[in-house]
């Protein structure tokens, strides 16, 4: 049922009475109104802390529909975001009053085993897309939490256990279908629309709405050795980071280390005693040779004493979600992370202190490791560029809704980032970035490419419809 009108906000800040016959492109059931049963569901997103609310969803489940929705959006002057998955911690897949386009119904996962392509729709999640590819033994590069969205993951680079081996998520992206600004759809690879294939390789929503990805596969798993294991933080962390330098100076492509201090869950897997106290863990996954993997992750299993070792054979879909338990959607979540370009004997105790620090017990101080096949690429290969990163470390600040002591945990990354900075590149994963990072971060996420992809975003978007997002404002 519509409405008479709708309030919608429009691009410049104020609002318009949008006549319902505007919508006559798209159909009925597409539309999403905040008296809707299904509303709820289609605005939930990961970050609690995000309080927005738009005016209208439409769940497009075509690219016809796609297109009527940018038109609409365009020629009405309306505030348009895209959700993905809704894991974005800035919240960026709702605009308050504004038209959300929620893609979860173009979900659609083709694997083309023979070519050793994957064709997905922008509604996947990471898990679905996993799951399809790993029935034929097959892989792309995709992200630590299964329920993560594809689209967004990709468009701001996206890495994973694998982006030692093959990169980052976008240099695997071999085309993508997209509708631009101008209602236009266009099919962008190495060889069509160069500078926007160049520019969504990391430059997240800025230049249209992607309705369909394609990455190349290669052959990983079904079953590969990882886990998790984990000692008490006050008698191990020095050692365990200590290892861990060790172990990541010369661990070959097919292992990645994350290592991780928190206090620790009310997890089955831990004993009780143990239940809220410090603990320091490194999750691994090694996806070569079984004997091999054994041997690479010998010096973990046989440092101190455990107390818990999950580090086994399991299927790779399996590792893949294995730590979505400890990113519940609708919690509050506040993240500062950089990228590094080595570890510094200087950083480990660094590492250890901001670790020892947490107090919520859903925080946790993470290092992913990262180099190899990134490194490999020249800086302007696409957009996404922080190819000196070896590593990204941050604070990642998390309290359930409510809790009244979140201001002060928010405090602890704040402060523990200051103590972070110093190391770093000089570069941040701008999909970490959260609503309080300034324009001055978004340059320095993107650094020697971002004149380009302004020009870039200034050619296909000059009107700035795809603002809700990590903003490359256009060049007037
Ligand atoms: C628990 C958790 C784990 C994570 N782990 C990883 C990880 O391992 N590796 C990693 O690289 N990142 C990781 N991230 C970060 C993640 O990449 C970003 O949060 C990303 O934005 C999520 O994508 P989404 O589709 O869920 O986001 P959404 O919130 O839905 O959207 C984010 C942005 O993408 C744009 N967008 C979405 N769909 C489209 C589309 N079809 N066309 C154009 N633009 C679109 C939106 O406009 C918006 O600006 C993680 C995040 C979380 C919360």
């Not at 982006?163 to 993508?176: A, C, P, S, Y």
């Not at 709405?209 to 990882?226: A, K, Q, S």
């Not at 900075?421 to 959260?434: H, L």
């Amino acid at each position: 049922m519509s409405p008479d009108s709708l309030n919608i906000a429009t691009l410049d800040g104020d609002a318009v009475d949008l006549d319902p016959t505007a919508l006559e492109g798209i159909p009925e059931k597409a539309r999403v109104l905040p008296s809707d049963p299904r509303f709820d569901e289609a605005t939930l997103i990961w970050n609690g802390l995000v309080d927005k609310k738009p005016a209208l969803v439409i769940q497009p489940e075509s690219l016809t529909e796609v297109v009527s929705i940018v038109d609409l959006a365009r020629d009405h002057g309306l505030l348009l975001s895209i959700k993905g998955g809704g894991h974005n911690i800035s919240g960026l897949a709702l605009a308050d009053r504004g038209v959300t386009l929620d893609m979860s119904r173009m979900n659609d996962v083709r694997v083309d085993a023979k070519r050793r392509v994957v064709h997905a729709g922008p509604g996947c999640l990471l898990g679905e897309v996993d799951r399809a590819t790993q029935e034929r033994g097959l892989v792309t590069t995709l992200g630590f939490v299964s329920q993560t969205g594809l689209a967004g993951l990709t468009l701001g680079g996206g890495f994973g256990y694998l982006t030692r081996r093959f990169g980052f998520t976008v240099d695997e992206l071999i085309e993508v279908e997209i509708v631009t600004a101008d209602g236009q759809i266009r099919r962008s690879n190495h060889e069509s629309e160069l500078d926007l294939f160049w520019a969504i390789r990391g430059g997240g929503g800025n230049f249209g709405v992607v309705t369909e990805f394609t990455y190349r596969l290669h052959e990983v798993g079904p079953e590969i050795l990882g886990g998790l294991i984990a000692w008490p933080a006050r008698d191990h962390a020095a050692d365990v980071l200590g290892l861990y330098q060790e172990l990541t100076a010369q661990a070959p492509r097919e292992l990645t280390l994350v290592v991780t201090m928190r206090l620790a869950p009310p997890a089955p897997f831990i004993p009780e005693k143990w239940h809220g106290k410090p603990i320091v863990a490194v999750v691994a996954c090694h996806t070569g040779d079984p004997a091999q993997a054994e041997d690479d992750l010998a010096p973990l299993k046989g440092l101190g004493h455990p107390i818990a070792d999950l580090i086994v054979p399991k299927t790779y879909v399996e590792q893949q979600s294995m730590l979505d338990a400890t990113q519940p959607k609708g919690a509050n979540y506040y993240w500062k992370t950089e990228f590094i370009p080595g570890l510094s004997d200087d950083f480990l105790p660094v590492f250890v202190h901001i670790g020892s620090a947490i107090e919520s017990p859903m925080s946790q101080m993470m290092m992913f490791h990262l180099s190899g096949a990134v490194n490999e690429h020249a800086e302007d290969d696409g957009a996404v560029g922080n190819r000196d990163a070896a590593y990204v470390t941050g604070a990642a600040g998390a309290w359930p809704a409510g809790d009244p002591d979140g201001d002060r945990y928010q405090a602890w990354v704040r402060q523990s980032w200051e103590k972070i900075k110093p190391f770093s590149t000089g570069g941040n994963y701008i999909n970490f970035q959260t609503i309080d990072d300034d324009r001055a971060r978004i340059e320095s996420s993107y650094r020697a490419n971002y004149d380009r992809l302004q020009r870039v975003k200034s050619e296909y978007d000059p009107g700035n419809l795809f603002r809700v997002n990590r903003n490359l404002a256009p060049v007037q």
